[in-house]
């Protein structure tokens, strides 16, 4: 996976939009 993708992940995780994908990738 590339850095900008993992930025991408927790920038939407602190946004709460993207909280239920950073579940998914963090499986």
């Known amino acids: ?10 920038t939407g995780a602190a946004s709460g939009f993207g909280e239920g994908m950073a579940k998914r990738f963090a499986e």
């Open 1 to 10: 996976m590339r850095l900008e993708n993992k930025v991408a992940i927790i």
